[in-house]
């Protein structure tokens, strides 16, 4: 499989979900089961009251810690947020940005999106930008309309370089928790046009250096087949990273694709 020099990433999103107890657990079992860091990279996001712990169990592991948000404003008069430097504090690496649930509980726009993902390179994190659409969208054909938008919205005034920094996932949002993956060659016609659009956008070489996440029902058994898709270079994983032998077959079946 050729990746074009893009190290494919898996990342779990593990939402609101584990205590610290759990977390600590769960992370100390995947530190165990998960060797091969060298083809793929690993990431591990809890909420943030678990972070700094399960940072401590990361230490001398290849596997990365991230957050699922983070607000702005650097410090200040903002009760109840969480700022990029604090999570590089935390030993946060990642962020998650946009995912559906903050676009959907928590009025999260391309404008919020932009700032966030601005505030998170600023703080030397590793943005996770997520865009995907309703079922109602794909069923009215707008698929790749209201993908160019969030594409369009949340990079305003980026540069190639901040791009480049970056990690994009495409998150249908019919498929995110409903056990309904999209098939790889649904994924993989979203990714073309993704990859397309930033090519559009920063040119070719951006485009290309990008890595892009599938998002949506990822499971050990349907992994293997999205990423044998040539712009599919990993996933971003809900459900199915709660489990540490389930998420550590996910990452065993992505790094069988890398090594083919
Ligand atoms: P899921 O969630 O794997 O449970 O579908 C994916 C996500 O929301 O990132």
């Known amino acids: 499989m050729e990746f074009m020099n893009r190290k494919p990433i898996i990342a779990g999103n593990w939402k609101l979900n ?5 977390a600590i657990e769960l992370v100390t ?16 996001c809890p909420v ?5 712990d399960v940072s401590e169990v990361l230490i001398e592991s290849e596997i990365k810690l991230g957050a699922q948000d983070l607000y702005w404003e650097e410090k200040g008069a903002f009760t109840g947020e969480v700022s990029g ?13 946009g995912h559906s649930e903050r676009r959907q509980f928590f ?5 919020t999106v932009n700032k966030k993902t601005k505030a998170a390179l600023k703080a030397g994190l590793i943005p996770i930008v997520c865009v995907g659409e309703l079922l109602k969208e794909r069923e009215a054909g707008q698929t790749f309309e ?11 005034n980026f540069s190639k370089e901040e791009i480049q920094a970056l990690v994009l996932a495409y998150e249908p949002v019919w498929a995110i928790g409903t056990g309904k993956v999209a098939t790889p060659q649904q994924a993989q016609e979203v990714h073309a046009f993704i990859r397309k659009e930033i090519a559009k956008m920063f ?3 951006t485009a290309t250096s990008l890595r892009i996440q599938y998002g949506g029902s990822v499971k050990a058994d349907n992994i293997a087949d999205l990423m044998r898709e040539a712009d599919i270079d990993g996933a971003l994983v809900g459900g199915a990273s709660l489990d540490a032998n389930g998420f550590a077959d996910i990452v065993r079946n992505a790094v069988s694709v890398t090594v083919k």
């Open 18 to 22: 584990k205590t610290i107890k759990e």
């Open 29 to 44: 079992l995947l530190k165990r089961l998960i060797q091969d860091t060298q083809s793929v990279d690993v990431v591990v």
């Open 48 to 52: 943030y009251t678990a972070l700094s």
């Open 85 to 97: 430097s604090l999570l590089k504090d935390a030993g946060a690496s990642y962020v998650i940005i």
């Open 107 to 111: 009025h999260e726009t391309h404008e």
């Open 146 to 156: 209201v993908i160019q938008r969030q594409l369009e919205g949340a990079f305003v």
């Open 203 to 205: 040119g070719a070489e």
